[in-house]
């Protein structure tokens, strides 16, 4: 058994291959089959209203709580391509079914890369059969994670072991990557006996700490999947908490991964938001800041420029006392009363990491960090190529 | 009479001088006089809750509708400096009414430049009695609006010439500039007869979709401040409407020179979106691709990459039609109801000016423009220098 990845849990087996969507020749589909016995699904998908074909079919499929084959291709986000577009994912489906000896609404579908080009459907069906072919499917979780990837450096994958049973994860992307290639997707597995409730619970739990509060450039995909498949095979149910705090571990892990690997990324920026009314305003708060590009830009030149925190989260829809916020740049105060602290403009902000913590100066128990990344010289050169 | 700027209405004298707050030894400190008969102001200011200590005594001070003189610094925005940076802005007033023999309440005070640093009172105080020293007030307009520059590349001026009257406007800065400097300051004068609530309509009017739809890269700045002085000078009273077209064009003029000497600056982008049910979403909707750094840099790229335009204003606040929604680069269909259109990709977006239209698809009929740049490799460079 692999060490890590999604095939690390009993009951699930992967298999990936090169189908020739992606221009650089490399891997480009994966699929990943829960063998059971059960087979609950959970699954959270982007909030934007462009959402993507791959998007609207696995909703539908995962309404009834049960997925037990999830594909996946890179190279083609097969997006804005109206009916045609819906037409190719579904027609993807019914053939990865239809190999599988499985049902459509039993199917997942996840795509990612250019926007806007239809899918070479061709190539796909070709790929849906290597895929499924005698002997491809195995303990192939690594190939599966590698064959996702678009821009990324690496591949990303984690496993978390529970008392008896295992989550597993591969994760790609993250905010949108280089020229028109879109989405983070992940797919979490895991061997633990749950129903889709359960299962749901704890995904949108992490999710909400995790992905969710990841903001490299406030672009949201039109791809965004995070899958969490259950085959039950170990034999235990865990406790809900028990679920959420080891689907939490896998996501905060290839949440970390992402980061690091964003695009251009010369610093990991930890903005940590409290002294405001509830969690919900100090993600908001977090948030505005981690977006803010003179931020990013200062981040970038590790310079501790505390007055472009005080002016991005004065535009922050959260309660503040604005005379008395406080700024501290990893650890060390640099505003305090919402005016400069001593030695503040000689913080080191020269490592990889910064983290910043912001008090917006009410007696609130408001809470939240959002992590982001700086805005570098390499985060233009990257999303500026022509994209064809 | 100079033939621009706020010493082209009659009633109004200005004076520049050179201080020393500036490191660079350029001119530093501007004053404009309204010498009547009357006295109407009107005013915008910024809308971030951490705003500077110009800001609140100005606000204060024009609450009664008239100011008789404006001082404004560059170099040092007196913000995030806590009680001290309220009283230092206080004398400074006193200071400057003293020596025009005015009272407190009759001057408006701006600051721009470095956040979180003490004025230099030493200068100020000596800066004050420079300006207002005998011979030092006169048709100074255009050495005002060169003494408010901080990193603008050229200064700003505008005049308006109405039927028998006049509107003068200098400004400077755009989004937030370099380095901790921080602020859109721009000063309005008309010798029109006009009272203090049709100033104020007419300003409110005009900066709503100039200077509000002016959207370099989201940040607010602490200081932003727009002063709109009436001397009546010219004896005549326009009607509402001609006053607020004269007032419009004069913003418009400076805002479009602030939008062509932002930051990093290689295209002048504007974003337009139709088709959803008011102007509130149209410009909810505008501002959101405005925003978003992959188009951005799509567009510093020359690219015309719809699909980034599609995801981002499928996050915005406002209706739609996902499956309905259309893009036009420089007025040629890229994107038609939600799927690339034939040709898109060979668009040309080579040149300075890249016009982008969106249709949202409803039948609504709001409608909004934004004005933004691209983001670029010297944007980065520009906000990611060292502060100090």
């Known amino acids: ?18 189908a020739g969507i992606k221009a650089s020749g490399n891997p480009d589909m994966a699929l990943v089959v829960n063998q059971g016995p059960e087979f609950s699904a959970a699954a959270v998908f982007t909030r934007n209203r462009v959402f993507a074909a791959p998007v609207k079919v696995s909703r539908e499929n995962v309404a009834d709580g049960q997925i037990r084959a999830v594909l996946y291709n890179a190279g083609n986000a097969n997006a ?11 027609e993807s489906v019914s053939h990865l079914a239809q190999n599988l000896g499985l049902e459509d609404s039993d199917i997942g579908v996840c795509s990612t890369g250019l926007i806007g080009e239809l899918l070479p459907m061709d190539k796909l069906n070709a790929g849906i059969d290597q895929l499924t072919a005698e002997g491809a499917l195995g303990d192939n979780g690594a190939a599966a994670a590698k064959a996702i990837m678009t821009t990324d450096t690496v591949d990303k994958e984690t496993v978390v072991f529970a008392d008896g049973w295992t989550v597993g994860g591969m994760g790609k992307g993250v905010g949108m990557m280089a020229p028109s290639l879109a989405t983070m997707l992940v797919c979490l597995t895991t061997d633990a006996s749950v129903t889709q409730e359960m299962a749901q619970i704890a995904l949108a739990n992490a999710t909400a700490v995790t992905f969710d509060t990841l903001d490299i450039d406030g672009s ?30 896998a996501c905060s892990d290839i949440a970390a991964k992402l980061q690091a690997d964003a695009e251009g990324v010369t610093k990991r920026v930890a903005v940590t938001v409290v002294g405001t009314t509830n969690n919900e305003q100090a993600i908001n708060a977090a948030r505005t800041v981690a977006r803010d590009n003179l931020f990013k830009c200062a981040m970038f030149g590790s310079d501790p420029n505390w007055g472009r925190v005080l002016a991005a989260v004065g535009m922050a829809d959260a309660d503040m006392e604005p005379e008395k916020i406080s700024v501290f740049f990893n650890g060390q105060a640099v505003c305090l009363d919402s005016t400069g602290a001593p030695g503040a403009r000689e913080v080191d902000l020269s490592g990889a990491d910064i983290d910043v913590r912001i008090d917006l100066g009410t007696s609130g128990e408001g809470q939240a960090t959002v992590r982001t990344t700086d805005l570098s ?9 022509y994209s064809s």
Chains 1, 2 share one sequence.
């Open 220 to 249: 949201t995909s039109t791809n965004d999947t995070v899958f969490l498949l259950a085959s039950g095979a170990s034999g235990i149910t865990p406790t809900q908490d028990e679920l959420n705090d080891a689907v939490y571990a």
């Open 377 to 385: 010289f390499s985060y233009v050169e990257i999303n500026s190529a």
């Open 80 to 90: 804005c391509n109206g009916l045609q577009g819906e037409k190719d994912a579904r």
């Open 1 to 18: 058994m692999a060490e890590k990845g999604i095939t690390a849990p009993k009951g699930f087996v992967a298999s990936a291959t090169t």
